[in-house]
């Protein structure tokens, strides 16, 4: 594609979670005539679509098909960065705050599978076997992705929906509970039903549908397996099962949604240490500005008591900085002259000036989250293994399964109930 006929939309995606997510969409868009490339930065919810810019619409639609709510990272418009190359690798672009610039350095991990880069500049190598190597790529420092992820927020399910509130699923638990008790006890058998058949409804609509969308592309994942087990265990009249499984499934899903937004908000609370402006000296004036707009070889001055907003070198002045924030001493630490401080550190005692030695986006406190995200982003080589293996694995398994349930019947007079239930209970 030419310059002209490709972009890069940063698209935000509130359900998009885990790997699952992600397979489900690799497998909507990567095919998609007109879309080069994907990246996915799960912590931020980001997916960046490389992509000819006449198929946005399409690409937004395709989705809202498999029941995501997609919504350009702006809110407003798309965030497009002009490429400059053609290839793999070979293209350039770079975001600030969420702007394009084109003609900037562009990045994306060997893996694909980064997040919406801005800012911090890096060179960075591949093999042979992508591109040339030796050019540069953009890293982003999250500063725009994570800042929209308001602390507290519950993740929102696959699919549309979001988990069952909690007392969706304290009820559905507590009908499971009571399916299992009423059939324990020997009690009626249309009471286990419809209390089973109210958790499941209760804790497991949303598993539903996300497992129906996972089937409809081909995908066995975790909610399509289970959609079928809870189904099969349904039809073989194991009701309190059905229910408890659904249930404890739905919890455990809770539970990593709530463990990653304690984990953004943690992200979040990294990138407020930092001030948004600090007083820089312009022209022999003191001057407040935004810390983006200032640049490396500044004079910045901090009063006593003031957040540092961007590292550097005191060039006058005597102070303790309380650096637990970065380097998690536990008590203050004496500077003077030369001394290097931190952004997000705090000015505990005497007014200094310093001599910027890194921009913004560059900053101790930016790589720290930067490196926070690209881990995230970055599968294991153990997990890569696991992810292609299941590919085969689980389809392959669910076949053997229905051939067994089918030809004994068909084919050797067996029972149709019991082998259905024996090789669908495994």
């Known amino acids: 594609m030419s310059e002209q006929q490709t972009r890069v939309t940063a698209i935000r995606i509130e359900q998009m979670d885990c790997p699952t997510e992600e397979r489900l969409l690799r497998k909507a868009l990567e095919k998609k005539p007109g879309v080069t490339d994907l990246r996915f930065n799960l912590m931020s919810r980001v997916l ?43 293209h350039s672009h770079a975001t600030t705050g969420g702007q394009t610039i084109a003609g900037a350095p562009h990045s994306h991990g060997d893996s694909g599978v980064h997040g919406a880069h801005d800012h911090h500049q890096h060179e960075h190598n591949h093999d042979g076997s992508h591109c040339a190597q030796g050019h540069d790529h953009t890293h982003g420092s999250a500063q725009g992705t994570l800042l929209a992820q308001p602390e507290g927020e519950v993740s929102p399910n696959i699919a549309g929906g979001i988990l069952p509130a909690w007392w969706h699923l304290a009820l559905g638990g507590a009908l499971a509970l009571a399916s299992e008790l009423v059939h324990w006890f020997g009690g009626p058998t249309w009471l286990t039903i419809v209390c089973a058949i109210a958790a499941v409804a209760l804790a497991g609509t949303a598993t539903y549908r ?7 592309y081909g995908d066995l994942n975790i909610n399509a397996l289970m959609s079928i087990a809870v189904t099969c265990a349904l039809l073989i009249g194991q009701w309190p099962e059905a229910a408890m499984v659904m249930v404890l499934f739905t919890l455990s899903e809770w539970i990593e949604a709530k463990s990653l937004d304690r984990t953004r908000a943690a992200v979040a609370g990294l990138m407020n240490l930092a001030p948004e402006t600090v007083t820089v000296q312009i022209d022999g004036q003191w001057q407040k500005r935004e810390v983006a707009q200032v640049a490396v070889g500044s004079l910045v001055r901090i009063a006593p008591g003031e957040r540092i907003g961007l590292d550097g070198r005191i060039v006058r002045g005597v102070t303790t900085v309380n650096q637990a924030p970065i380097t998690g001493e536990s008590v203050p630490v004496d500077k003077q002259l030369g001394d290097t401080v931190f952004a997000g550190t705090v000015n505990e005692a005497g007014e200094i000036e310093i001599d910027v030695t890194a921009a913004a986006d560059s900053t101790t406190l930016a790589r720290i989250i930067n490196q926070i995200e690209e881990a995230q982003a970055v599968k294991a080589p153990t997990q890569r293994f696991v992810d292609t293996f299941s590919r085969y694995y689980t389809p392959a398994v669910v076949v053997l399964a229905i051939l067994l349930a089918v030809i004994p019947p068909l084919f050797f007079g067996g029972a149709w109930l019991p082998g259905f239930t024996r090789r669908w209970s495994c």
């Open 210 to 216: 996300k497992g129906l969308v996972a089937l409809r």
């Open 48 to 90: 960046s679509v490389t992509h000819d810019p006449a198929i946005l619409e399409e690409v937004m639609q395709a989705i809202r098909k498999i029941g995501f709510t997609p919504e350009l990272h702006d809110g407003k418009s798309a965030t497009a960065r002009t490429i400059s190359k053609t290839g793999c690798c070979g």
